[in-house]
C-alpha cells in the first residue's frame, strides 16, 4: 500500500481534464477506482472471513474514512437504487486548490464505492454523482442504480487503451501483488522519523495525515495501472502529465 497526497491525486485529475477531457478522464479514474473497490471488497472478506450483514454496512462505511476518501453515509437503499453520501476529503482539497467547479470531480472515488457496493450487494451497478462538494454542495452524493450494461464511452480509442492495459493486469493484481523492497528503512525516512515524531502518520476523523498532508491510501499497483493506461491513452502528452505529477509530489515534501 501506498499513501498518496491528495493534493497530487487534485493535481493529477485537473491535468487529465485539461489534456484528455471531462467526459474521458471520468471513465478512466472511475473503472480505476470501481475494479479496485470491487477486488479489494471482495478478497478483504475473504481473507478476514467477513459475514456480511445485509441490514447493517457500518463496517463498510467506516473503511472509507480510513482510506482517505470521507465519511460514507447511506441515505437511501432499495432494489432500484442506493445513495451514499461522502463528506469528500478529496474535494475539501480539490476546491481549496482550483476554486468551485461547474462539474462533479470524485470520478475514483464514485468508482471505489460503487465497486465495493456491487460486490456487497451481488448485482450489476451504475454510479452516478448527483451532487458534489466541488460544486457548491454541501455534500457529494453518489446514486447507485441497478443495470446491466455499463454506461458506454463514447471516446473509443480510451476504451480501448483501458481494456488493453486490462490485459496486462490479473484481476487479483490491483489489490494484492506485492512489491518487494529490502530497505525501507531509508535514510530520508530516518530523518522524517527523527526530526518529525509527532506529526509522521496520523488518523483523524477528516482522513489520514502524513506530515500533516491529507493522503489517501491505495494499492501501489494501482498507479502503475493508472499510468500505464494514461501512458497509452495520450501518448507523449501522457508521459508530461505523469512527470509534472512526480515534481508537484517533489515539491510537496520540500518541507521534509
Do not use: W
Request: overall charge neutral; hydrophobic content about 35%; charged content about 30%.
Amino acid at each position: 500500500m501506498i499513501a498518496i497526497p491528495l493534493d497530487i491525486m487534485t493535481f493529477l485529475e485537473k491535468e487529465l481534464i485539461d489534456s484528455l477531457g471531462y467526459e474521458n478522464t471520468y471513465h478512466l479514474l472511475y473503472r480505476i477506482g470501481k475494479k479496485q473497490g470491487y477486488n479489494g471488497t471482495e478478497i478483504y472478506i475473504k481473507k478476514f472471513n467477513i459475514n456480511i450483514d445485509k441490514k447493517d454496512y457500518k463496517f463498510f462505511l467506516e473503511q472509507g474514512e480510513l482510506l482517505g476518501i470521507g465519511k460514507l453515509n447511506i441515505e437511501k437503499m432499495n432494489d432500484e437504487e442506493t445513495i451514499v453520501t461522502n463528506d469528500s476529503i478529496f474535494c475539501d482539497v480539490y476546491k481549496k486548490e482550483y476554486g468551485q467547479q461547474n462539474h462533479a470531480c470524485c470520478f475514483y472515488q464514485l468508482g471505489l464505492v460503487g465497486g465495493a457496493a456491487e460486490f456487497l450487494l451481488n448485482k450489476k451497478l451504475n454510479a452516478i454523482e448527483k451532487d458534489c462538494i466541488c460544486s457548491n454542495s454541501n455534500v457529494c452524493r453518489y446514486v447507485l442504480k441497478t443495470c446491466d450494461m455499463p454506461i458506454p464511452i463514447k471516446d473509443l480509442r480510451i476504451d480501448d487503451c483501458i481494456k488493453k492495459v486490462e490485459e496486462e493486469y490479473t484481476v487479483k493484481d490491483l489489490t494484492t501483488k506485492k512489491i518487494e523492497a529490502k530497505n525501507t528503512e531509508t535514510e530520508l525516512y530516518k530523518f522524517i522519523k527523527l526530526h518529525k515524531k509527532e506529526q509522521l502518520f496520523n488518523i483523524t476523523k477528516r482522513g489520514v495525515e502524513i506530515l500533516q498532508s491529507k493522503v489517501l491510501i491505495t494499492p501501489a499497483l494501482v498507479f502503475s495501472y493508472l499510468f500505464d493506461i494514461i501512458s497509452s491513452c495520450a501518448g507523449e502528452k501522457g508521459s508530461e502529465i505523469i512527470k509534472k505529477a512526480g515534481r508537484e509530489f517533489g515539491k510537496s515534501t520540500d518541507h521534509c
